[in-house]
């Protein structure tokens, strides 16, 4: 069982650059026992990018997404609401 349940959906908007972007991030167990950094990225409205990461442990994949979250604080990116996140355990 995960020990962790994490997500993230942040937008970045600036209406002077046109420029309407969101990234969302969430870490959710694997069928094999692991555990996966899972973002989406792309313009708000669009389907945009998928990208999986797999870590051994939980601990690693959750040092990952903190430090993704990190990046895009430092671009500009901000949190638009609560994605219910809880430390189970």
């Not at 209406?15 to 313009?43: C, D, H």
């Not at 994949?61 to 990116?77: N, Q, T, V, W």
Request: one cysteine or more.
């Amino acid at each position: 069982m995960s020990h962790y349940s994490f997500q993230l959906y942040c937008q970045r908007v600036d209406a002077s650059k046109n420029m309407a972007r969101y990234y969302a991030l969430s870490i959710q167990p694997t069928l094999f026992g692991e555990t996966a950094v899972v973002r989406a990225w792309g313009r708000i409205g669009s389907r945009g990018g998928e990208k999986c990461e797999v870590f051994p442990t939980e601990r690693e994949a959750a040092s990952h997404f903190l430090e993704l979250a990190r990046k895009k604080r430092r671009k500009g990116y901000r949190p638009v609401r609560s994605c219910g996140n809880t430390l189970a355990g």
